[in-house]
């Protein structure tokens, strides 16, 4: 609200409720701007912030109590739920925001808005705008000036506090384990969706959901970077690329670990592997607060192109080629995004024409790769079908970087003893190894 300035309204709608098929609604899952300010987990609802007006600043509009409903529904907070356990300074049954909304807009010269994000609430909210443009002779004056409300909100959503950063450890923590699990149960013979069951299911048993659907690709399928079947059979000899994180209290994880099906990388497998691995861990030692946005990618792709060269799958000198963009042709995508509550998270990458300066607070994801599909012409048979890319989530801090999901093992050496451990004890004392391991690579790759 000191960001909106005294003459402002913000105005910000629940996620309405999605129909999967017939009667049946999707899972609901709240609005993140709206989840950011209320905490308040219902649809129906809007939040409207109000700086400087005395009578309450901060209101919500909430579906009314109404036992026959929860009775079939589930339990509302209603009015009095909104202003006792969500802080609202003051709290409307829902069914009455069209007799109370266009009043509070009355003589407010912006309002701070997302336009296009709910078309059907878009209508309403310019039908209340439009209806104090017909009073304006009675003195009620409507705002004169929509604002993108993603220019303060977003901004503050980049920089994630302590207790953001609490949940994001353990979504991360929750993943982690998940991966684990899932090398672990991998063998041959199994199906790509077994170990998806495996990932939901420790994903479950911490009270955490799926952040996105999960990746789930063997063999040529882990050179298809939005793979979402997983209905193929895990062979002996492929590889298989896992990506899959949880949402916890909101906020995602974000992680892919790369492993051989047999529990042992191929000759070639793990040539390609390592490059993938030394480009993960020399883009992470970028990430300090100072540097800009495209350090980290930058730094990836000279280790690829590199690689790319000495496995024999691009020639020439590896300046031109990466001036010349040829690593494009199996390292097709950026090295990582910003992560927070949602996977993709809100925040600009650059200011002007300039990349974003890191600074601490905030998260983003390290995730480079290489992909080398069947048929790639040109391309040894050897190396075909091998998809290989390593993720982290990582917190800019005030020194360097912290990475929160070292949890699960990415050197290819700790894989393989992962994936032969006998027993529980074994993965975690592999965790351990797994982090010291981590932070000395860093170390020296800083």
């Given at each position: 609200?000191?960001?909106?300035?005294?003459?402002?309204?913000?105005?910000?709608?629940?996620?309405?409720?999605?129909k999967?098929?017939?009667?049946?609604d999707?899972?609901?899952?709240?609005?993140?701007?709206?989840?950011?300010?209320?905490?308040?987990?219902?649809?129906?609802?809007?939040?409207?912030?109000?700086?400087?007006?005395?009578?309450?600043?901060?209101?919500?509009?909430?579906?009314?109590?109404?036992?026959?409903?929860?009775?079939?529904?589930?339990?509302?907070?209603?009015?009095?739920?909104?202003?006792?356990?969500?802080?609202?300074?003051?709290?409307?049954?829902i069914t009455?925001?069209?007799?109370?909304?266009?009043?509070?807009?009355?003589?407010?010269?912006?309002?701070?808005?997302?336009?296009?994000?709910?078309?059907?609430?878009?209508?309403?909210?310019?039908?209340?705008?439009?209806?104090l443009?017909?009073?304006?002779?009675?003195?009620?004056?409507?705002?004169q000036?929509?604002?993108?409300?993603?220019?303060?909100l977003?901004?503050?959503?980049?920089?994630?506090?302590?207790?953001?950063?609490?949940?994001?450890?353990?979504?991360a923590?929750?993943?982690?384990l998940?991966?684990?699990?899932?090398?672990?149960?991998?063998?041959?013979?199994?199906?790509?969706?077994?170990?998806?069951?495996?990932l939901v299911?420790?994903?479950?048993r911490?009270?955490?959901?799926?952040?996105?659907?999960?990746?789930?690709?063997?063999?040529?399928?882990?050179?298809?970077?939005?793979?979402?079947?997983n209905?193929?059979?895990?062979?002996?000899?492929?590889?298989?690329?896992?990506?899959?994180?949880?949402?916890?209290?909101?906020?995602?994880?974000d992680?892919?670990?790369?492993?051989?099906?047999?529990?042992?990388?191929?000759?070639?497998?793990?040539?390609?592997?390592?490059?993938?691995?030394?480009?993960?861990?020399a883009?992470?030692?970028?990430?300090?607060?100072?540097?800009?946005?495209?350090?980290?990618?930058?730094?990836?792709?000279?280790v690829i192109?590199?690689?790319?060269?000495?496995?024999?799958?691009?020639?020439?000198?590896?300046?031109?080629?990466?001036?010349?963009?040829?690593?494009?042709?199996?390292?097709?995508?950026?090295?990582?995004?910003?992560?927070?509550?949602?996977?993709?998270?809100?925040?600009?990458?650059?200011?002007?024409?300039?990349?974003?300066?890191?600074?601490?607070?905030?998260?983003?994801?390290?995730?480079?790769?290489?992909?080398?599909?069947?048929?790639?012409?040109?391309?040894?048979?050897?190396?075909?079908?091998?998809?290989?890319?390593?993720?982290?989530?990582?917190?800019?801090?005030?020194?360097?970087?912290?990475?929160?999901t070292?949890?699960?093992?990415?050197?290819?050496?700790?894989?393989?003893?992962?994936?032969?451990?006998?027993?529980?004890?074994?993965?975690?004392?592999?965790?351990?190894?797994?982090?010291?391991?981590?932070?000395?690579?860093?170390?020296?790759?800083?």
């Amino acid at each position: 609200m000191r960001l909106m300035g005294r003459d402002a309204i913000a105005i910000v709608p629940a996620a309405p409720v999605r129909k999967r098929n017939n009667d049946v609604d999707y899972a609901y899952r709240q609005d993140s701007d709206f989840h950011y300010l209320t905490g308040f987990g219902e649809p129906e609802a809007v939040a409207v912030l109000i700086p400087g007006r005395e009578q309450a600043e901060y209101i919500l509009f909430v579906r009314d109590r109404d036992p026959a409903r929860e009775t079939w529904d589930g339990r509302r907070a209603g009015p009095a739920g909104a202003r006792r356990l969500y802080g609202a300074h003051d709290a409307f049954p829902i069914t009455d925001i069209d007799e109370i909304l266009p009043g509070l807009m009355e003589n407010r010269a912006k309002v701070f808005y997302a336009m296009g994000m709910y078309p059907e609430f878009d209508q309403r909210v310019v039908g209340w705008v439009n209806g104090l443009r017909t009073q304006a002779r009675n003195g009620r004056h409507p705002p004169q000036e929509f604002v993108a409300l993603d220019q303060v909100l977003h901004e503050l959503r980049l920089f994630k506090s302590r207790t953001e950063l609490g949940l994001m450890r353990e979504a991360a923590r929750i993943g982690a384990l998940a991966h684990v699990r899932a090398m672990r149960f991998c063998r041959p013979g199994r199906m790509e969706y077994e170990l998806m069951a495996e990932l939901v299911h420790e994903f479950r048993r911490h009270g955490a959901d799926t952040s996105y659907y999960p990746i789930v690709g063997s063999g040529a399928n882990s050179c298809i970077l939005h793979y979402n079947e997983n209905d193929q059979p895990l062979r002996d000899g492929e590889v298989v690329l896992i990506d899959a994180g949880c949402e916890y209290e909101y906020y995602a994880s974000d992680i892919t670990r790369t492993f051989p099906v047999s529990g042992r990388f191929s000759r070639e497998q793990r040539a390609v592997y390592e490059v993938v691995h030394e480009a993960n861990l020399a883009a992470i030692a970028k990430v300090r607060p100072g540097s800009h946005w495209n350090e980290p990618h930058e730094a990836a792709v000279r280790v690829i192109t590199h690689g790319l060269v000495r496995l024999g799958l691009l020639k020439g000198r590896p300046a031109k080629l990466e001036r010349d963009g040829a690593y494009r042709r199996f390292f097709m995508h950026r090295t990582g995004h910003w992560l927070g509550m949602d996977v993709h998270d809100v925040g600009d990458y650059k200011v002007g024409e300039a990349w974003r300066v890191l600074e601490p607070g905030m998260v983003l994801t390290i995730e480079p790769g290489i992909y080398i599909p069947r048929g790639a012409r040109g391309v040894p048979k050897r190396f075909q079908g091998i998809g290989v890319r390593i993720e982290d989530d990582v917190v800019v801090t005030k020194s360097g970087a912290e990475v929160l999901t070292d949890g699960v093992p990415k050197d290819p050496d700790l894989i393989e003893a992962l994936m032969a451990a006998p027993h529980v004890n074994g993965v975690r004392a592999l965790a351990t190894r797994t982090r010291g391991k981590a932070r000395r690579s860093q170390r020296a790759q800083a």
